[in-house]
């Protein structure tokens, strides 16, 4: 997975040299919802308050369309299982599309590709989502941002009898260095 990332993105340099570009840093809380289903024992379902930081861009595609991906630091929070309890720190990397259809609002859809920082039994080291949100421009530099991730890959590690799946929602505030 790690591979087609880099090559994707190897890819993608030559496409975009010439294309308007920006980067920047955002910030904020997040919450997480795991559900968790361990054989014929039930489902337990929790929810943890967290915060993310991290790096962003957006290359011009088209008139308004963007290519935006991210990599950001992601604290989802302590999760306390019946048969595990575990920080839920990752590094993601939304891989996304963002349509500006005027100078306040951007729409962005994408997926997310998340690896885990903390090792454990119960949690795989790698996941995927879907995710999708909003941005509102505040500025031309400041926006804030709202999204929801959806996982489409089990998060459930080495015990071959456990499911886990979850959803996050993220609101973030951001300060574009380079516009």
Not at 49 to 55: K, R, S, Y
Not at 69 to 79: D, S, T
Not at 143 to 158: C, E, K
């Amino acid at each position: 997975m790690k591979s087609s990332a880099v090559v994707f993105f190897l890819f993608l340099i030559p496409c975009v040299a010439d294309a308007q570009f920006s980067f920047g840093v955002k910030g904020g809380v997040n919450i997480t919802q795991l559900g968790y289903e361990f054989g014929q024992s039930g489902y337990d379902r929790q929810i943890r308050p967290g915060f993310h930081v991290g790096l962003i861009t957006k290359l011009k595609v088209l008139d308004k369309l963007f290519f935006s991906p991210e990599l950001l630091f992601v604290y989802r929070g302590k999760f306390d299982f019946s048969i595990n309890k575990t920080d839920y720190n990752y590094i993601d990397l939304p891989i996304l599309m963002s349509y500006c259809p005027n100078d306040v609002f951007e729409f962005q859809a994408g997926v997310n590709f998340a690896t885990k920082l903390t090792p454990d039994l119960l949690f795989n080291y790698y996941f995927m989502s879907w995710s999708g949100g909003v941005i509102g421009n505040l500025t031309k530099k400041f926006f804030i941002g709202g999204r929801f991730q959806y996982d489409i890959t089990d998060a459930a590690g080495s015990l071959n009898s456990v499911r886990i799946n979850g959803l996050s929602g993220f609101l973030s505030l951001g300060y574009r260095l380079k516009e």
